[in-house]
């Protein structure tokens, strides 16, 4: 579904570098690392929004480097995401937001794009908001309307980058919940970046770790929690005593 | 890459970073244009620009120019009143100068501040909240969601307010001129040295102003980056970098129709 191989970029200064990364299809991939280590970044790369400047990025079998704009386009029908910030536009109403992908990539009548943003709404336990403005709403909403944005249109994969940061436990714990039910549900790929190491590795099939642009960990969610590399071993459990 | 050591090497850099700024800025005209002609429904958004664009500077812009209109007259006036005690050539002058340059130049720098910097201001905050890369994935051009319809709202509501704004110049240079020169309304307006030439180098003059204003804003605002002040950065090279387009453009404009009509 996903295969980087050998990924170098640079903004100013090194981001990512020599990053080779597989996600297989069907797979809940998470991407975890300290701060500025990389990872939305590498988000960005997969989704064709950032150029490396080497490497080769192939997502559903397609180089992703080098695509013209419109065939990048085709390609993003395919992927839904959630960005770090929510990304809502805040001059649309919440229906207006949770629409926007369904009236650009798909050739639907306005009352069943209504009757798909209802669902949606209802499934991300926003029902009634569809009025709403994103000003309007707490941390924990927009988060939900940005997760309901990223599934509406059924894409084969969905991106979350960190879905639940900045919220409570409770509603943290609701959030994974729903991506955990939303990808059982439908089958899809998901990449998820999140701080939140204990509820992402309670959900995730793989671990990948960054650490200064640099993936120095991939494998199973089990080899994650055991793995004896240090600074994965610091990170994954938590402790304040190690390298990093 | 190395980053460039000495001045000879800063001096290189500067230079290569303005030509491939330049070339970027054409890019997204060129896009911009294309749009224009084969973009994305989206009913009634130029309308709502041309309301921003148009409607809430109408006040500020008639103020404007009728200060700047009683100021050229005042001081026309004076200077002519040394060289010789005749105001009969007043009127008839202010109006070319104003139908020519003045209406369309200050009315652009105006916008240039207010529709200007609106516009990086809004691009730019899109851009470091996502926003745009969302659009991205939503096969949104930003060019076309975001820039096209301010672009043909400033397309024409810059040369309605020249017009208008023009309109309120000459009745606030006229009535200076009769209060501080006793010089006639019938007098001062004087339109015998506006010709046709005139009039489509000034309508000229607000097109490329209007078509340049939102290219370099929109421009200015796809390129910020970081935080708030990557917006406030932008929205500052927003007005300076419009205020300069729209000199360099008097100038080549001027010089082109001097060359054209002699």
New interface residues.
């Given amino acids: 579904m996903i295969d980087l191989a050998h990924v170098c970029l640079e903004l100013g200064r090194p981001i990512l570098n020599n990053v080779s990364l597989q996600v297989p299809e069907g797979c809940l991939y998470g991407l975890v690392g300290p701060g500025a280590s990389g990872k939305s970044v590498l988000l960005k790369v997969i989704t064709g929004l950032l150029s490396p400047q080497a490497g080769s990025v192939r997502v559903f079998e397609q180089e992703v480097l080098g695509l013209p704009e419109h065939e990048l386009f085709e390609l993003r029908r395919k992927i839904g995401m959630q960005f770090q910030n929510n990304a809502l536009f805040d001059f649309m109403t919440v229906a207006q937001n949770v629409a926007f992908p369904l009236r650009r990539l798909f050739d639907l009548d306005e009352t069943e794009i209504e009757d798909r943003v209802s669902e949606r709404l209802a499934a991300v336990g926003l029902p009634g908001f569809e009025t709403r403005f994103p000003s309007g709403l707490s941390g924990g909403q927009k988060k939900r309307v940005a997760v309901a944005r990223a599934t509406i249109g059924e894409a084969k994969l969905v991106i979350y980058d960190e879905p639940a940061a900045g919220l409570d436990p409770v509603s943290s714990q609701k959030v994974f919940e729903l991506l955990r039910r939303e990808q059982q549900r439908s089958g899809t790929t998901v990449v998820m970046v999140s701080s939140d190491i204990e509820r992402l590795l309670s959900v995730t099939d793989r671990v990948g770790m960054m650490l200064a642009g640099e993936l120095v960990f991939e494998g199973t969610t089990a080899q994650a929690k055991a793995s004896k590399h240090p600074h994965v071993h610091q990170f994954i459990n938590g402790l304040a005593e190690g390298p990093l | ?1 190395k980053a460039p050591t000495g001045t000879l090497g800063q001096m290189g850099a500067g230079a290569l970073g303005l030509l491939g700024g330049g070339a970027r800025l054409l890019q997204v005209f060129r896009k911009t244009l294309y749009f224009s002609l084969n973009g994305s429904p989206q009913p009634g958004e130029v309308a709502k620009y041309m309301y921003i664009i148009g409607n809430q500077s109408l006040v500020f812009l008639s103020v404007v120019m009728g200060f700047i209109g009683m100021i050229v007259v005042y001081q026309g006036g004076i200077q002519l009143l040394r060289v010789i005690p005749d105001m009969s050539q007043l009127g008839s002058t202010y109006l070319e100068l104003l139908v020519k340059d003045l209406a369309a130049t200050i009315c652009a720098l105006m916008l240039a501040t207010r529709v200007g910097a609106g516009i990086a201001a809004e691009v730019g905050s899109m851009v470091v ?3 745009v ?2 659009l ?6 930003p060019i076309d969601y975001l820039i096209r319809p301010r672009f043909l709202a400033s397309l024409a509501m810059t040369v309605v307010l020249v017009v208008i704004a023009g309109a309120i110049a000459a009745i606030t240079g006229m009535l200076t001129a009769q209060v501080f020169f006793n010089v006639r309304p019938s007098t001062f307006l004087d339109f015998s040295q506006v010709d046709f030439e005139d009039v489509v180098l000034g309508l000229t003059k607000a097109l490329a102003y209007g078509a340049a204003i939102p290219v370099i804003s929109g421009y200015c605002g796809l390129s910020a980056h970081g935080g708030s002040q990557g917006v406030g950065s932008a929205t500052t090279r927003a007005v300076v970098s419009s205020s300069l387009a729209i000199i360099i453009l008097d100038f080549v404009l001027t010089t082109a129709a001097l060359l054209l009509f002699g």
């Avoid at chain 2, 991205?136 to 051009?141: F, G, L, P, V």
């Fill in positions: 890459m909240t996502e926003q890369d969302a991205r994935m939503c096969s949104a051009d």
